[in-house]
Nanobody, 124 residues
Framework: QVQLVESGGGSVQAGGSLRLSCKAS????????MAWFRQTPQFEREGVAG???????VYLESVKGRFTVSLDNDKKNMDLEMNSLKVEDTGVYYC??????????????????WGQGTTVTVSS
């Protein structure tokens, strides 16, 4: 059974940086994808960044150039480095996994394992 545990998050002023981490257990050694989603007051849960264990990447347009997702394949740990944070980045960030496929699409329905969420608050 795949389990995801997030850490990081917190409060920061606009322009600041935060780092989120997601530790996965039970992921298979074959191809898999992990991703970060966020739930904000403005939008339904949206995909922020995704990465698979072959190195394919995808980002939400509004975070390109500011956020960087990385995956340690050996440790099954995914990080999200968030720089130049904006007030609109505020939300609950969720780690998600698709244990059976390479990166397909950054949509909720492609991921069937979810973490508990961690809160990011960016103040002006």
């Amino acid at each position: 059974q795949v389990q995801l545990v997030e850490s990081g998050g917190g409060s920061v002023q606009a322009g600041g940086s935060l780092r989120l981490s997601c530790k996965a257990s039970g992921l298979p050694s074959r191809t898999y994808t992990m991703a970060w989603f966020r739930q904000t007051p403005q939008f339904e849960r949206e995909g922020v960044a995704g990465i698979d264990n072959d190195g394919r990447l995808v980002y939400l347009e509004s975070v390109k150039g500011r956020f960087t997702v990385s995956l340690d394949n050996d440790k099954k740990n995914m990080d999200l480095e968030m720089n130049s944070l904006k007030v609109e980045d505020t939300g609950v960030y969720y780690c998600a996994a698709d244990p059976d496929h390479p990166l397909r699409h950054l949509g909720q329905r492609f991921f069937n394992v979810w973490g508990q969420g961690t809160t990011v608050t960016v103040s002006s």
